[in-house]
Antibody, heavy 121, light 110 residues
Framework: QVQLQESGPGLVKPSETLSLTCSVS????????WSWIRQPPGKGLEWIGY???????NYNPSLKSRVTISVDTSKNQFSLKLTSVTAADTAVYYC???????????????WGQGTLVTVSS | QSVLTQPPSVSAAPGQKVTISCSGS????????VSWYQQVPGTAPKLLIY???KRPSGIPDRFSGSKSGTSATLGITGLQTGDEADYYC???????????FGGGTKLTVL
């Protein structure tokens, strides 16, 4: 079955760029939507955005000015870049496959195990 | 503050039934499908219900979902200690053009 694995630095300095990659195995990335979701310590889930395999993206308006999600179909990977980070961006970052039509109906399955990114000097 | 409102916590005894509510508005639950996720502490969320009331393969029929108007409900029957977890609802919000989640509900099986 499809499995996802996040990778990237666990510590990022304030004002710098957070970069994470999600590797997809057990299936092709060339279908479905692929999402990033984060969870600050002790808090709830926040959707960051998705990318469709052909490159269409949709971002959470609250993060849109700082977020870029890209896809590399040759490597079966998709990536997240979040610029100008602050301590408020400290969270566990999850990648997930988003099934549905990208709006009216959507659900997330499976999820990666998550990776904690701490923003600190 | 989350767009979707869930009770912070619910509790019930083993073998009993519990329901978790998720309240929204016409811009989200009222016009879109709802999904539910279970998150055991320290692990990633797991899909329990999609499109309001459908269960993925492998999810027992003790878990059920329903939707009425601008609210959705997750039901769990025959509670087991292994059901202790945080539960989240999620849907699309037409006004925000974004996926929104509830704040989460912590289930304690006494």
């Amino acid at each position: 079955q499809v499995q996802l694995q996040e990778s990237g630095p666990g510590l990022v300095k304030p004002s710098e760029t957070l970069s994470l990659t999600c590797s997809v195995s057990g299936g092709s990335i060339s279908t479905y939507y692929w999402s990033w979701i984060r969870q600050p310590p002790g808090k709830g889930l926040e959707w960051i955005g998705y990318i469709y395999h052909i490159g269409n993206t949709n971002y959470n308006p609250s993060l849109k000015s700082r977020v870029t999600i890209s896809v590399d179909t040759s490597k079966n990977q998709f990536s997240l870049k979040l610029t100008s980070v602050t301590a408020a961006d400290t969270a566990v970052y999850y990648c997930a496959r988003e099934i549905g039509d990208g709006s009216n109906t959507n659900w997330f399955e499976p999820w990666g195990q998550g990776t904690l990114v701490t923003v600190s000097s | 503050q989350s767009v979707l409102t869930q009770p912070p916590s619910v509790s019930a005894a083993p073998g009993q039934k519990v329901t978790i509510s998720c309240s929204g508005s016409s811009s989200n639950i009222g016009n879109n499908y709802v999904s539910w996720y279970q998150q055991v502490p320290g692990t990633a969320p797991k899909l329990l219900i999609y499109e309001n009331n459908k269960r993925p393969s492998g999810i027992p029929d003790r878990f059920s979902g329903s939707k009425s108007g601008t609210s959705a409900t997750l039901g769990i029957t025959g509670l087991q200690t292994g059901d202790e977890a945080d539960y989240y609802c999620g849907t699309w919000d037409n006004s925000l053009s974004a996926v929104v989640f509830g704040g989460g509900t912590k289930l304690t099986v006494l």
